[in-house]
């Protein structure tokens, strides 16, 4: 099952906003003691542009998601969406977790109206939950229960919740993390013509260094914790990506290096 095939960028109209990061650290109380997770972070991602965050397990790549989500307010520094400051969670910015958390007594239709219900705006565009399901390849269920799909399909109802609302921003926390091999590089492509279709602007956290390097424009290299950036790599490949090229293969080892990992490669 795929997605309906997106149309080339350069023909859809930008929905996405600019965000940027400006000196952001973070901290967390660990019984009264201080846990530093974020040391003097700037980051720039512009409208309608796919930037990835690169880095080791548990440096602060997520808290960095929650807090451009608004769900926690950074220690200090400031962050910014279309050039103002936000001050908590905001429809225009959806999150889309590992886990696909669809609620198992509704049906798929029902998981993905859920923001909308949550806004009262259900009939208004009760339409659009069928676009949506069409575009990720659910159409035929969307009556089914969350039990009677696969993972990859749990992911496309996932993504397809987030895409209902008309998101500027989109703010990927490993969500193909779970999937087997194949049915995540399936995925990867799907997720890039989903953003290229809608146009917003997507923030990833990945451990993967191919994911990374085939969906974003830009991937953004942190430290261990405290998370310091160590690197930016621009990739410099058109859309679609292909893994076997020489220049792919040539930035998967920059980015290996930059890791600290190169004697692996």
């Not at 949506?132 to 969350?146: C, I, K, Q, T, W």
Request: charged share 25%.
């Amino acid at each position: 099952m795929v997605i309906a095939q997106a149309e080339p960028a350069a023909n859809d109209t930008v929905r996405g906003l600019p965000i940027e990061a400006i000196r952001l650290s973070h901290e967390f109380d660990m019984h009264g003691q201080s846990l530093p997770v974020l040391d003097c972070i700037d980051i720039f991602a512009g409208p309608g542009e796919f930037v990835a965050l690169l880095g080791p397990s548990g440096c602060g790549k997520t808290t960095l998601l929650r807090l451009v989500a608004g769900l926690e307010a950074p220690r200090s520094g400031r962050i910014l969406v279309d050039g103002r400051d936000i001050d908590g969670p905001d429809p225009s910015r959806i999150m889309v977790f590992q886990d696909p958390t669809l609620y198992p007594w509704r049906t798929v239709r029902r998981n993905v109206a859920l923001g909308l219900e949550a806004r009262n705006v259900l009939r208004p565009h009760d339409r659009r939950i069928d676009d949506m399901l069409r575009l990720v390849g659910l159409e035929g269920f969307s009556h089914a229960y969350p039990h009677q799909l696969s993972g990859g399909m749990a992911q496309r109802a996932a993504l397809a919740r987030a895409l209902v609302n008309k998101p500027a921003v989109m703010l990927l926390d490993e969500p193909l993390g779970k999937l087997d091999s194949l049915t995540r590089i399936s995925m990867q492509s799907e997720l890039m013509e989903l953003w290229q279709r809608e146009r917003l602007t997507a923030l990833l956290v990945t451990h993967d260094i191919e994911e990374a390097l085939f969906l974003a424009s830009r991937v953004i290299v942190l430290s261990q914790r405290p998370a310091r950036i160590v690197a930016e790599i621009v990739v410099d490949l058109p859309y679609p990506r292909h893994r076997s090229d020489q220049r792919f293969t040539a930035l998967r080892r920059e980015a290996l290096a930059h890791l600290g990992l190169a004697s692996t490669w």
